[in-house]
Each structure stands twice: as C-alpha cells, then as structure tokens.
C-alpha cells in the first residue's frame, strides 16, 4: 500500500515551478543551489527563496558534452546541461547562483555556468582543521555581503538566527522521515522515499514543505503501527551510501527493490548526510562560527581524511538494521571511487556486513548487467 500523501510529493515539482513563478511576479528573489554546503540560512537571511536546482536526469547530458568532456562526472554534465538549455524552470528563475569547491569537475564547470547568471563559488576547505574553519566561517561572511551587496539589502543576526531556527526545523523533519524506515518491514519503499526529499529540495515555501513532510511522516507512522508494508518480511534491508541520487538518477534503487530489497537508508548528500548534524542555536556562540561548524561537518568524500562517513554509515547501519551496503558511484567521480576502497574494508570487517560497489552514470544502457550483479548480491545476503 502507498501512502496516500505521496500522491502530493508526485505532483510537488509542477506545483512549485508555478510557485516559484508566482515569486518572481510578485517581484521576489530566488537563489539557485547546487550542494548541501549551501548555508541556505544565509540566502533566507537575505530575504529570498532557496531552491535546489536539476542535475539529476540525463536527458541534457548531451547538450553539456558540446563544451565539456565527455568523460565527466553525470551530475556535473546534468547540472551544465541543464543550464545551457534552459529546460530547468528553477534555473530560469534564479537571480542569483551559489556553489562551492567540492571537487575539480565542479570547480571548472562553474566557470563556464559563471558566464550565463551571476555566481558566487565558496572555496570549501577539504579538511577540518583550525585554519580550515577560519577560513570557512570567513567564507560564510563573504557570501553573506555578496548577497546583501547583489539584492540591495542588510542582513542581520537576527535575521540569520531565525532563518537557522527554521532550517533546523526543517533538517528535524526531514530526519524524522528518513526515520520511519527503522521500521521492519519499512512502512514505504526506498522509491518513494528518495521521491518525497529530492521533490522537497524544490519546495520554495519552507513552512509547507515541512507540514508537507509531517503530514507524510504521520500516514507512514500509521502504516508501520499496523504493519503494512510493500515489502516482505524478511526483504533485505539496504543501506545505499556513495554519491546523491535523484529523480531521474534513481535506477539502482529501483533495481535494488525490483529485486526483492529494501532500501531502508540513504547516507548520500540526497539523503541523510546533511541532516545528521543542526546548527548550533546557541545565541552565545558567533553565528558565523554556528554556520561554519555545521557545513564543514558534511562527511563528504571531498574530505580528507573523511572519517565522519564511516561514522555515519556505522550508526545508519545499526540503526535501521541493514543486512547489506551498497555504494554507488557515478562514473569520473573520483573522490568516491577512491573512497570505496576505505568503505568496503569499514563495511566488511567493522560491520561484518555485505558489500558491493557499483560505478555507472544516468544513462540506462547497463541496466541489465547492474541488474545481474544487483540480484546476485542479494542471493549472498539471503543465503
């Protein structure tokens, strides 16, 4: 049985194009996103709307590889393509771009995207050290005076305050349905679950979004409590980490559930890396600081080193009681395919759980040969 709310999340990304429209009517500001490291508070600060923009499909992949390589990271060609045809509603609507230095790809991508909407690109430390964190807190300010600078308005402490409130309240949420899954059998399938939070990432109003995410929460609840699930009972429960996943990008999920599993967990930047952690509401404590603390805590593979992932994905794996991993990575992504070598090791002889890494791109041209390593990893699982 599905829930009956995700009927709305089905419908979320058409109806948030006309809200975004509706916005930008009324004369108000939107800011286009590329990455969890956005500190989105500081956009809400500036008094206008956050939105996560496409990267996730294939289908302008093409129209990227006339400027780019065609041995790119999807994600990097998606996000290009995208831009230059002008097929991303929330693209078109953006006034303003914000990205960071997660890995090379990006960085060099974000040149050419630089010359079509006015950008500002954080230079993100790849470690966590003291001078790392000085030098993002001081990135958090100059993307706080850009933004005041490019919409003409000032921006306070107590504006940034309330806007971290609010996106806390938003994280928990968030967390909270990721959560639901703990349930065995899982009350909604790992499908619907990736569809309900990546269709979130577009949502403009931030309240709505998050009784959206409530009312979700609540119906899935009420599932579990009496036991109805599209899974079998004993459907191994996986725990899918590695790069972010999307709608249009989501065929090893299917594959995965296809094939009897259920993917329980998300640790991937689409899914729960970037919620584990709050930013610190405490009113003592330099907001900028709260801010830095927080962004440069995602455990992404651009880390080094990058413990915090293994971290992660021992609590997500004991938590929701999965019975095997799978790392998925795109293909050119170099920082998680190196990394792959670390989690296989973690998984296998920490976890003493199966493991399997499956590197492919958007494309559906290997998904019968994904579809036979899929099924015979679950075959171990069962055995």
Same mark, same amino acid.
């Given at each position: 049985?599905?829930?009956?709310?995700?009927?709305?999340?089905?419908?979320?990304?058409?109806? %948030?194009?006309?809200?975004?429209?509706?916005?930008?009517?009324?004369?108000?500001?939107?800011?286009?996103?590329?990455?969890?490291?956005?500190?989105?508070?500081?956009?809400?600060?500036?008094?206008?709307?956050?939105?996560?923009?496409?990267?996730?499909?294939?289908?302008?992949?093409?129209?990227?590889?006339?400027?780019?390589?065609?041995?790119?990271?999807?994600?990097?060609? !998606?996000?290009?393509?995208?831009?230059?045809?002008?097929?991303?509603?929330?693209?078109?609507?953006?006034?303003?771009?914000?990205?960071?230095?997660?890995?090379?790809?990006?960085?060099?991508?974000?040149?050419?995207?630089?010359?079509?909407?006015?950008?500002?690109?954080?230079?993100?430390?790849?470690?966590?050290?003291?001078?790392?964190?000085?030098?993002?807190?001081?990135?958090?300010?100059?993307?706080?005076?850009?933004?005041?600078?490019?919409?003409?308005?000032?921006?306070?402490?107590?504006?940034?305050?309330?806007?971290?409130?609010?996106? %806390?309240?938003?994280?928990?949420?968030?967390?909270?349905?990721?959560?639901?899954? /703990?349930?065995?059998?899982?009350?909604?399938?790992?499908?619907?679950?990736?569809? !309900?939070?990546?269709?979130?990432?577009?949502?403009?109003?931030?309240?709505?979004?998050?009784?959206?995410?409530?009312?979700?929460?609540?119906?899935?609840?009420?599932?579990?409590? /009496?036991?109805?699930?599209?899974?079998?009972?004993?459907?191994?429960?996986?725990?899918?980490?590695?790069?972010?996943?999307?709608?249009?990008?989501? /065929?090893?999920?299917?594959?995965?559930?296809?094939?009897?599993?259920?993917?329980?967990?998300?640790?991937?930047?689409?899914?729960? /890396?970037?919620?584990?952690?709050?930013?610190?509401?405490?009113?003592?404590?330099?907001?900028?600081?709260?801010?830095?603390?927080?962004?440069?805590?995602?455990?992404?593979?651009?880390?080094?080193?990058?413990?915090?992932?293994?971290?992660?994905?021992?609590?997500?794996?004991?938590?929701?009681?999965?019975?095997?991993?799978?790392?998925?990575?795109?293909?050119?992504?170099?920082?998680?395919?190196?990394?792959?070598?670390?989690?296989?090791?973690?998984?296998?002889?920490?976890?003493?759980?199966?493991?399997?890494?499956?590197?492919?791109?958007? !494309?559906?041209?290997?998904?019968?040969?994904?579809?036979?390593?899929?099924?015979?990893?679950?075959?171990?699982?069962?055995?």
């Amino acid at each position: 049985m599905r829930p009956e709310s995700m009927k709305i999340f089905d419908e979320l990304r058409n109806l %948030n194009v006309l809200t975004v429209q509706n916005a930008k009517l009324q004369g108000e500001k939107v800011v286009g996103c590329y990455c969890t490291f956005t500190p989105q508070e500081l956009i809400l600060a500036a008094g206008a709307h956050a939105v996560t923009l496409c990267g996730t499909r294939q289908e302008p992949v093409a129209a990227a590889e006339r400027d780019l390589p065609r041995n790119l990271c999807p994600l990097i060609k !998606s996000s290009y393509g995208f831009a230059i045809t002008g097929k991303c509603p929330y693209f078109e609507a953006a006034d303003l771009l914000v990205a960071e230095t997660t890995c090379d790809g990006k960085k060099k991508m974000y040149e050419l995207m630089g010359k079509i909407k006015p950008m500002h690109v954080m230079n993100l430390p790849h470690n966590k050290s003291e001078e790392a964190m000085e030098a993002w807190t001081r990135e958090m300010s100059l993307l706080k005076d850009w933004l005041a600078d490019k919409f003409g308005v000032e921006i306070t402490e107590e504006d940034i305050r309330k806007a971290i409130k609010l996106m %806390n309240r938003e994280r928990d949420a968030m967390r909270r349905l990721h959560e639901v899954t /703990k349930a065995k059998p899982a009350p909604i399938t790992g499908v619907d679950l990736l569809v !309900s939070v990546w269709t979130k990432g577009f949502n403009v109003n931030k309240e709505d979004g998050i009784k959206l995410v409530e009312d979700l929460i609540a119906e899935t609840e009420e599932l579990a409590a /009496k036991g109805i699930s599209p899974f079998a009972s004993n459907a191994p429960r996986i725990l899918l980490t590695g790069c972010p996943v999307g709608f249009g990008s989501e /065929k090893v999920v299917k594959l995965l559930e296809e094939s009897g599993a259920s993917v329980v967990a998300f640790e991937n930047c689409s899914g729960y /890396k970037a919620l584990d952690r709050l930013v610190d509401e405490d009113e003592s404590k330099d907001v900028m600081v709260a801010l830095a603390e927080k962004y440069l805590n995602i455990p992404c593979s651009c880390m080094s080193p990058n413990e915090g992932r293994l971290e992660l994905i021992g609590k997500l794996a004991k938590e929701y009681q999965a019975d095997g991993v799978v790392d998925l990575t795109w293909q050119a992504c170099h920082t998680y395919n190196v990394e792959a070598f670390f989690i296989r090791d973690f998984v296998q002889s920490q976890l003493n759980l199966p493991y399997i890494h499956l590197e492919t791109d958007y !494309s559906e041209s290997d998904v019968e040969q994904l579809r036979v390593r899929v099924q015979a990893f679950l075959e171990l699982i069962q055995e």
